[in-house]
């Protein structure tokens, strides 16, 4: 139900008044737990599933950079960026991924302490872990690693901390933004995901980066997390930097929401990382940063 909470919230109302041709090409067509088909393994909940519509979106994915278009993909839990990434990386493997989330989505079936799969899409676009999951789309890794960066971190499990230490990801806990400000962080996020000539850049954006006093309409909630001005100056700094060619965002659940609070930020975020910005009370002049 998340993405449809998007589209109530007025996501493409806002952005054609921002002078965007939107095209909403509607749902995939996932299995749910109601209707999953494939054993339930302890280690890898629905993986037959998962994989089955990982490759469903990629497919969609990879069609809208074939036709030009800037993929925004709205979910639906943290897994579903495998699908995206595999289908950005059938045109470009060589991607810088900005992975804005309060968990580090690093596990494998060996170090899960779930078995759930929306904790393990990083490392499954990097290729490590299942192959079933890192080998969605045909491509294998979909992304670099040292041009990819953790976001907002505050709640990792201690195998998955031991193995982002020994990768080349670069990360930021919430004590690294308190204590250097986000947009000192921000600027040296912008340049490690560009490095080395890398040019296409994806966002991935899980709602509980933000601190659920904010955005309570998420499935795993940690307190302490991005403030609304933080949001908002990151999406207006990527918007400023014009690096980001695709980007998702993920784990709207409107069943734990308050009115579709959540859902309505998280347009507004969007709305942000396209270039809106305060503008004149007499005129759409706008005033700059």
């Not at 060589?94 to 990083?122: C, K, Y």
Request: negative net charge; hydrophobic residues 45%.
């Amino acid at each position: 139900m998340g993405p449809n909470a998007i589209r109530i919230a007025g996501l493409l109302p806002q952005l054609r008044r921002l002078g965007y041709a939107v095209t909403d090409f509607g749902d995939i067509d996932c299995r749910t737990v109601a209707t999953a088909r494939s054993e339930d393994l302890p280690n890898l909940h629905y993986a037959e599933d998962v994989v089955r519509d990982a490759e469903l979106l990629a497919d969609a994915v990879a069609g809208a950079v074939a036709a030009g278009q800037f993929p925004l993909v709205l979910g639906g839990d943290h897994s579903i960026a495998i699908g995206t990434m595999a289908g950005l990386a059938r045109h470009e493997p060589r991607q810088g991924l900005i992975w804005v989330d309060a968990h580090a989505d690093f596990n494998t079936p060996e170090t899960t302490p779930s078995g759930n799969i929306h904790g393990m899409p990083v490392a499954a676009i990097l290729g490590d872990g299942d192959p079933r999951l890192a080998n969605v789309g045909g491509v294998n890794p979909k992304a670099i690693a040292g041009n990819t960066v953790l976001v907002a971190l505050r709640d990792v499990d201690r195998e998955e901390a031991a193995r982002i230490r020994n990768s080349d990801l670069s990360y930021y806990t919430m004590r690294k933004i308190d204590e250097r400000g986000l947009s000192d962080v921000m600027q040296d996020i912008i340049a490690t995901v560009t490095a080395d000539g890398v040019e296409r850049v994806h966002l991935s954006f899980d709602t509980d980066a933000i601190d659920p006093t904010l955005a309570p309409g998420t499935g795993t909630t940690s307190m302490g997390g991005l403030t609304y001005r933080e949001a908002h100056l990151m999406m207006e700094m990527l918007a400023d930097a014009d690096i980001i060619t695709s980007a998702e965002f993920v784990e709207v659940n409107p069943t734990l929401d308050d009115g579709n609070a959540t859902a309505e930020l998280i347009v507004e975020l969007i709305a942000s990382l396209c270039g809106k910005r305060i503008v004149g009370t007499a005129a759409p002049i706008g005033l700059g940063p």
